[in-house]
């Protein structure tokens, strides 16, 4: 595991950039950005077009490591290159951002109030792969939509037994066991997740640490004894379909959570954009970074954050 990418983990501010949209949401992404269905024909184009949507933010002079911490991987991107570079070692090389790739296969039917992820029989070659491309971690999402304790426990189960495998190759796992924003036991629920997710970590030995994107919780600072976790290098806030406005209020009272970008990472940005204008656009990152972290010093820490002219 790369000692420079993890110290900046550990340590740094700014944000996750969630670059990992698939085949079913990358449609919905591609119309966002001013492009839709008719301007292609087939998967192919499609992903080209998503492909060069994501190089253009990527190779942005507005994006880089002084506000981006990490930025997580669809596999097809990986596989393919920014300006002609490997696009992990382009992330890390020329951006000094971290980066990680979405590994799960999707989500399996709901069973005791959630979904567990789709088996990922391929797993040990795709991490292979990964590290080989410079890959530094990985994501992976289940979904839980109530309180249902043996439900919660088996996506716990599953996302800690897949962690092992990753971390046995050598990269760094970001365990996403969702939860529901719309469930009417959300609160319940979470707290059986928190009970859950403490005794898994506890059980990891001293030389192993995983990251959690965990949905903002329903009682303020809930997840405080996961921050401060030594088997936790960090945890990433799950907005989970909460509006800008509520994540400000609620990230701001869960200290030590940093804030991951998906949607809110492209508003605003069209194909029919200058690059004088793409660029302006993809700046106002910062007045997000700064509803997301939700902090009165958010202005000033911003204005450091700000790339030298």
């Known amino acids: 595991m790369n000692q420079e990418q ?23 992404a591609l119309k966002l950005y ?14 080209d077009l998503v492909h060069a949507m994501r190089s ?26 920014f300006e002609g570079i490997d696009a992990a070692e382009y ?39 990964a590290a080989a491309k410079g890959i530094f971690g990985t994501k992976m999402r289940s979904v ?20 092992q495998q990753i971390l046995a190759a050598g990269l760094m796992p970001i365990i996403e066991p969702e939860v529901n924003i719309k469930a009417s036991d959300k609160k319940q629920a979470e707290a059986l997740l928190k009970a859950a997710l ?18 903002i919780p329903s009682v303020d600072g809930h997840y405080a004894e996961l921050v401060r976790h030594p088997r936790v290098l960090r945890v990433v806030a799950l907005s989970g379909g909460y509006s800008r406005a509520e994540s400000n209020a609620l990230l701001a009272r869960n200290p030590g959570v940093i804030a991951s ?29 700064a509803i997301y972290m939700g902090r009165k010093q958010a202005a000033r ?8 002219n």
Request: no cysteine; hydrophobic share 45%; charged share 25%.
């Open 56 to 81: 253009r933010i990527v190779t942005s002079p507005a994006f880089g490591g002084q506000r981006v911490l990490g930025a997580i991987l669809f596999e097809m991107t990986m596989e393919r290159q």
């Open 144 to 163: 839980i939509n109530g309180a249902n304790e043996r439900g919660i426990g088996a996506v716990v189960a599953q996302q800690f037994a897949v962690g």
């Open 198 to 215: 403490l005794t898994a970590l506890d059980a990891l030995t001293s030389d192993q640490q995983v990251m959690l994107k965990l949905t």
């Open 91 to 129: 992330l890390w090389k020329k951006k000094q951002v971290v980066p990680f790739l979405k590994v799960d296969k999707g989500l399996a039917a709901e069973a005791d109030g959630v979904q567990l992820m789709k088996p990922m029989p391929e797993l040990d070659a795709l991490l292979g792969r």
């Open 261 to 289: 970008f998906s949607r809110a990472l492209t508003e605003g940005l069209t194909a029919q954009q200058s690059d004088a204008e793409f660029n302006a656009a993809l700046d106002g990152i910062e007045s997000k970074l």
């Open 34 to 47: 001013g492009v839709d269905e008719s301007k292609y024909s087939g998967d192919a184009q499609m992903f």
């Open 301 to 308: 820490e911003l204005l450091a954050l700000r790339p030298a």
């Open 6 to 28: 993890l110290d900046k983990l550990a340590k740094g501010k700014g944000f996750i950039a969630a670059l990992d949209q698939s085949g079913g949401s990358t449609p919905k």
